[in-house]
């Protein structure tokens, strides 16, 4: 039977994801805030298109996928699990608010359901989730993007964007306060972390590089069992320069992962 999913936001990853899921993936109810806006760009899906969570909810959904933004996990995550749904949450850097991640992993423990983290734009999250029971000792994360990716975000009152003619670390700190401080930007931040040594432990350096090749993921970590030195060079989303391409297939392989015969 079809993995019945609703997605929470229509931006370049909740597009993309629609794009990309199989037949065997239905997508019945994409939650939009403004739903003539929405119909007027996407014509051919004006029948998917509601509200509200409980017009979602209504169409019987098995999984809640959010592609929208901090405020949105706010607004309808712990209402998605309450209502016995699995939820997989694009915005990771949620949950560097404690009181948020707490709420959602009450509503998760309480329905018996799950909150599920893709790894997103980054990979090694496996090796440092593994590496926690092999003495996991220091993880840092370097975010590097091309000047226009961190548009409209807190770097702008660290440095002129438009006048970079180097490489420019505008942050230097932990994982909590990179995800608290760039919500729209530092999703991978909070994914290292809390695969690895938490929000507290985790170091992050975020650079603004007119050089950058794309959306650079760079994770650097040590452990009694091994160390790790990883380097992406992700495409930026056509739609959205500060969010990855890799970022919607790998929404995609956490859906299609659930229930599957073979999970790897
Ligand atoms: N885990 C990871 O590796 C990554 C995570 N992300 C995160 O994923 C999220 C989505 O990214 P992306 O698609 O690139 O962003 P976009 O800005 O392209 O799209 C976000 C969409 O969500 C909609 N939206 C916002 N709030 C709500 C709401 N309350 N209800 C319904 N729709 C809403 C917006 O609609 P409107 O037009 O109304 O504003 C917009 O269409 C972001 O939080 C981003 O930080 C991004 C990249 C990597
Ligand atoms: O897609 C990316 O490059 C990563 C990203 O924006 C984030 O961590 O929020």
Redesign the pocket.
Known sequence: MAQRIVL???????QAVRRLLPSTVEVVAV????RA?AAAQAPDMADLLVTSLAEALARRPDLVVE??????VD??GAEVLGAGIDLLL????SLADATREQRLLDAARRAGRQLML?????GGIDWLAAARGAGLQRVLYRSRKPPAAWAGSAAEAACDLGALTGAFTFFHGTAREAALKF???A??AA?VALAGLGFEATEVQMLADPAAEGNVHEIEASSSGGSIALRIVGQP?P??P???VM?AH?LVRSILSRGASLVI
């Open positions: 929470i936001g229509y931006g370049a990853i909740g939650l939009v805030r403004d806006h592609c929208a933004g901090h405020q949105a607004a309808f694009s915005s990771v850097g893709p790894a997103g734009a980054i919500p729209r930007n999703n991978v994914t989303d739609r959205n500060r969010t990855s970022t790998s």
